[in-house]
């Protein structure tokens, strides 16, 4: 596709249960962007995966927080035992190198913890 | 530590009143600062990116100056349909693969 792509675009979960929302960054991008915007919030930093490989998880809230990456492709964010502080947009978001290079947004995930 | 402050928080402007959004950073060694538009519900589109001070960039009603402590979005004549969320990012210091994102401006354009 010609964009970022991200699945599903809405998510209402009861608390506890586990999660898994998924991107499909532009292909060809070797650099794959978790971050998560609470409500009138800024974005949130999660974490960054060059190819497969996840060098800077420093932004994971916590271990229910968990991502995988696949076939320098498709990346999984997974939430375990989810809260109703969980409740965010996640947006993913891609580029062809780190560093400075722009990245590019999916539509974002909504979840609701209820 | 590394961090972006937007101001204002929310801007009414009439369409066609002129004004200016701005972004002040505190990351040491600047590699790039990038303006972003965030409408309601979606992902945040890029706009520009700016590498170094005096640079500037244009699109239609918009244009973005870098100094070396604070960007800023100009808006000429905005219309309705620059209502949105302006957000700046910068690339971090320490890892150069976190991005911070300033809490962004919210435009609102009243016809």
């Known amino acids: 596709g010609a964009g970022v792509s991200q699945s599903p675009s809405n998510k209402v979960t009861e608390k506890g249960k586990d999660v898994e929302l998924r991107c499909d960054p532009i292909?060809?991008?070797?650099?794959l962007y978790w971050y998560r915007q609470r409500l009138g919030q800024g974005l949130e930093f999660l974490i960054y995966?060059?190819?497969?490989?996840?060098?800077?998880k420093s932004g994971l809230p916590s271990d229910r927080f968990s991502a995988e990456r696949t076939g320098e492709s498709v990346s999984t964010l997974t939430i375990q035992r989810t809260q109703q502080e969980d409740s965010a947009v996640y947006l993913c978001?891609?580029?062809?190198?780190?560093?400075?290079?722009?990245?590019?947004f999916g539509p974002g995930t909504r979840l609701l913890v209820l | 530590e590394d961090q972006v402050t937007q101001s204002p928080e929310a801007l009414r402007l009439q369409e066609g009143e002129s004004s200016s959004l701005n972004c002040s950073y505190t990351v040491s060694g600047l590699r790039g600062l990038f303006w972003y538009r965030q409408d309601p519900g979606k992902g945040p589109e890029f706009l520009f990116t700016l590498y170094s001070a005096g640079e500037e960039k244009e699109k239609e009603r918009l244009k973005a100056t870098l100094t070396k402590k604070e960007s800023f979005l100009h808006i000429t004549a905005p219309k309705p349909e620059d209502s949105a969320t302006y957000l700046c990012?910068?690339?971090?210091?320490?890892?150069?693969?976190?991005?911070?994102f300033g809490t962004g401006t919210s435009l609102t354009v009243i016809p």
């Open positions: 292909s060809g991008h070797t650099a």
């Open positions: 990012a910068v690339p971090g210091l320490r890892t150069g693969n976190q991005f911070y």
């Open positions: 995966f060059q190819g497969n490989s996840a060098p800077d």
């Open positions: 978001a891609s580029n062809e190198a780190s560093g400075k290079e722009t990245q590019y």
